[in-house]
């Protein structure tokens, strides 16, 4: 089969909003010659229940109305439209949300007997909302009143729309044909001035149907909304979490584009903005659902949780339950309200929803009422998505620092001071170059730039490929490492330093892997921002600059030597006094040389002695195979065993209850511990 490409075709999605039986459906019929009322209850009822789509190629040329201000001169470009016929009932308004993504212009339909109704505005304060911002106000069912009644109705709506987006008022009958024509020209106007698409970093369509072809599989429709899908493009279904249907937290499907569909054509390519219908290979029908996200990004992963710049266009308040829709996608959830209103009146929030949903940085979103509190389905508000997956937090510490970020990115909008907010949320840990894509409503490539430009200032520090890190936290934990490395050799001066391992284990723990051998690297240098002496690395061994060769030396000759002088005293063990006099150390040395030699192993410790380990090793081993004999040990029996006196013999028996070895009767025998 031939494929047609589009990529000489100027492409568009051009939406319906308006009241029930206002003649939505019809005007799209008149205008395409397709009812895009497909369901047998619709055609019952004489009413849209679902969207309904429907090709609409405009030609070239243009009409002789006079144009929207701003718009472009007629354009002879061949232009395809792609319109969503979107239901008018009160009951079906999430219906009408999830259709007028992607919407560059909407048709505003109103009955020239009835005017602005209920759903007109709502439709309306949801297309604002959504980031629509021209309208074609067309006037139906004139032939029923007179053209004054009727451009009365097209005043009411354009006052309604005053503010909110640019209108051209157009009169018409679909009944009759009457001002058709001027409602193509008045579109064509509007579409052209419309600017270019800008380039997108990834191919989006969200599916708003799901079917299944026999011979071909798994096909899902929806609005392409930016970027490319050639034929056989890898692609993947990010899946929305519903409880009891799938994973909570969501799911993501890898697939590919077996199959393009635009307007009824098979293509090789789809580009954006356009309804596509899509075969996706290797997935069941019950892998893919309305709502579900096609991308071929694989940094767009499902969230519970946004955070936003919110238009309230009703009261509300923190902790509120209400409906979030994003895309072709709805779930309840939670609002919390953060920080004071901006100067505009909007406020930055956070919404918690309760399904895992297909989100990225800059999606547009509306609020509706719950169930749980009122008025449910009211139009609460909506605005855009300032950070897809922010961090958890939002106590403290956490919540100054969430919303320095949120104010940076919707209030100021410079991508160095996002970079430099984020750098210091995530701080002392890097801040990872992999969370920027898809997840923050300022483009990845801008904030990677502005990050390197703060490293050129010396405000960052890269930490190899993984990210950034304000310079100002490394050179913190630098001091912190050399102040590390200078209480080790306070506390054991007879080692020959910190095992490397210990102090990279240290920092890690704070500011991540990656990171600690930056840390420990500027620690070592002679920067002059680092206060205090630079540590040395030598080896697997990091030792203050004081600590020399020949005094780590010196304190492994004295180790040596108390070690021999605890192996000859075998179980008489030794005093402190005694170490010191075997030793030649001072009374502070030989503190430090015995807890060296219990910290390795090589003493035991018990009262005011210190005994040989090996020693305590096979004295313990006779204890244990005397009480498997005899069941229990007296202190005359231990004496006996050990071939030692009092003064050895008490601190031993209690070393072995401590261990679990013995356990002490009332007459101050022993019986087996545990």
């Keep these: 089969m031939h494929r047609a490409t589009l990529a000489p075709v100027r492409r568009f999605v051009l939406g319906t909003a308006g009241h029930v039986d206002h003649g939505k459906t019809t005007l799209v019929r008149a205008l395409t010659g397709i009812d895009t009322d497909r369901l047998p209850e619709e055609k019952r009822r004489g009413i849209t229940i679902e969207l309904g789509f429907a090709p609409w190629n405009l030609g070239a040329g243009g009409g002789g109305a006079a144009p929207l201000a701003g718009a472009k001169p007629p354009s002879e470009d061949n232009i395809e439209v792609s319109i969503i016929d979107v239901p008018g009932h009160r009951r079906l308004v999430h219906t009408m949300i999830a259709g007028a993504i992607g919407m560059e212009v909407v048709m505003l339909v109103?009955?020239?007997?009835?005017?602005?109704?209920?759903?007109?505005?709502?439709?309306?304060?949801?297309?604002?909302?959504?980031?629509?911002?021209?309208?074609?106000?067309?006037?139906?069912?004139?032939?029923?009143?007179?053209?004054?009644?009727?451009?009365?109705?097209?005043?009411?709506?354009?006052?309604?729309?005053?503010?909110?987006?640019?209108?051209?008022?157009?009169l018409?009958?679909?009944?009759?044909?009457?001002?058709?024509?001027?409602?193509?020209?008045?579109?064509?106007?509007?579409?052209?001035?419309?600017?270019?698409?800008?380039?997108?970093?990834?191919?989006?369509?969200?599916?708003?149907?799901?079917?299944?072809?026999?011979?071909?599989?798994?096909?899902?429709?929806?609005?392409?909304?930016?970027?490319?899908?050639?034929?056989?493009?890898?692609?993947?279904?990010?899946?929305?979490?519903?409880?009891g249907e799938r994973s909570a937290e969501g799911d993501v499907h890898?697939?590919?584009?077996?199959?393009?569909?635009?307007?009824?054509?098979?293509?090789?390519?789809?580009?954006?903005?356009?309804?596509l219908a899509l075969n996706l290979a290797g997935l069941p029908l019950e892998a893919v659902h309305r709502g579900d996200l096609v991308t071929d990004d694989p940094s767009v992963v499902p969230t519970r949780r946004i955070?936003?710049?919110?238009?309230?266009?009703?009261?509300?308040?923190?902790?509120?339950?209400?409906?979030?829709?994003?895309?072709?996608?709805?779930?309840?959830?939670?609002?919390?309200?953060?920080?004071?209103?901006?100067?505009?009146?909007?406020?930055?929030?956070?919404?918690?929803?309760?399904?895992?949903?297909?989100?990225?940085?800059?999606?547009?979103?509306?609020?509706?009422?719950?169930?749980?509190?009122?008025?449910?389905?009211?139009?609460?508000?909506?605005?855009?998505?300032?950070?897809?997956?922010?961090?958890?937090?939002?106590?403290?510490?956490?919540?100054?620092?969430?919303?320095?970020?949120?104010?940076?990115l919707f209030v100021s909008r410079d991508p160095q001071a996002v970079m430099r907010a984020l750098s210091l949320e995530a701080s002392p840990r890097p801040l990872s170059r992999d969370v920027l894509p898809s997840r923050f409503s300022l483009p990845a490539a801008e904030l990677e730039r502005a990050a390197d430009k703060l490293g050129d200032k010396g405000e960052l520090a890269r930490i190899k490929r993984l990210g950034w890190v304000p310079r100002a936290a490394l050179v913190e934990l630098a001091v912190e490492a050399r102040g590390l490395v200078a209480a080790h050799q306070k506390k054991n001066p007879l080692d020959r330093g910190m095992v490397l391992e210990t102090l990279r284990a240290r920092l890690a723990a704070r500011a991540g892997a990656e990171a600690a051998d930056e840390i420990i690297k500027l620690a070592a240098s002679k920067s002059g921002s680092v206060a205090g002496e630079p540590i040395v690395v030598e080896g697997d061994v990091v030792r203050a600059p004081q600590i020399t060769a020949a005094s780590a030396s010196g304190a492994v000759g004295a180790v040596g030597v108390a070690l021999a002088a605890l192996e000859k005293a075998q179980l008489k063990g030794l005093t402190e006094f005694a170490a010191k006099e075997a030793s030649g150390a001072s009374p502070k040395e030989v503190k430090a040389i015995?807890?060296?030699?219990?910290?390795?192993?090589?003493?035991t410790h018990a009262g005011e002695l210190w005994f040989f380990r090996a020693d305590i090793d096979a004295l313990r081993a006779k204890v244990k195979a005397h009480l498997e004999k005899h069941g229990r040990i007296s202190i005359a029996d231990f004496k006996d065993l050990s071939g030692l006196g009092r003064r050895q013999a008490i601190p031993l028996l209690e070393l072995f209850d401590r261990e679990g070895v013995t356990r002490r009767e009332a007459d101050d025998s022993r019986v087996r511990g545990k």
């Design 172 to 243: 018409c009958s679909a009944r009759t044909g009457e001002g058709l024509d001027a409602v193509r020209d008045a579109v064509r106007r509007a579409l052209t001035a419309l600017p270019p698409p800008a380039v997108a970093p990834r191919a989006r369509l969200g599916v708003d149907r799901v079917f299944s072809v026999r011979g071909a599989g798994t096909v899902v429709t929806g609005t392409l909304v930016e970027g490319k899908i050639p034929l056989g493009a890898p692609l993947f279904v990010v899946g929305t979490g519903r409880a």
């Design 110 to 170: 109103v009955a020239a007997d009835e005017g602005v109704m209920p759903q007109t505005r709502e439709h309306v304060a949801a297309c604002e909302l959504l980031g629509i911002r021209r309208a074609v106000v067309v006037v139906t069912k004139m032939d029923r009143v007179g053209e004054e009644l009727a451009r009365l109705a097209g005043d009411e709506a354009v006052e309604l729309l005053a503010g909110r987006m640019q209108a051209e008022v157009v």
């Design 307 to 408: 955070d936003v710049s919110l238009r309230a266009t009703a009261p509300v308040r923190s902790g509120m339950s209400v409906s979030v829709y994003i895309g072709t996608a709805r779930s309840s959830g939670k609002l919390d309200l953060l920080g004071e209103p901006l100067e505009d009146g909007r406020r930055l929030a956070r919404l918690r929803l309760a399904d895992a949903l297909a989100v990225v940085g800059g999606d547009r979103f509306v609020l509706r009422g719950s169930d749980v509190d009122g008025p449910a389905g009211a139009v609460l508000g909506g605005g855009e998505v300032l950070d897809a997956r922010p961090p958890q937090s939002l106590r403290k510490r956490g919540r100054a620092a969430r919303l320095a970020v949120l104010e940076a």
């Design 594 to 603: 015995l807890a060296k030699l219990v910290r390795e192993g090589h003493a």
């Design 254 to 275: 890898k697939t590919s584009a077996r199959g393009l569909h635009v307007h009824d054509r098979a293509v090789d390519l789809a580009e954006a903005p356009t309804r």
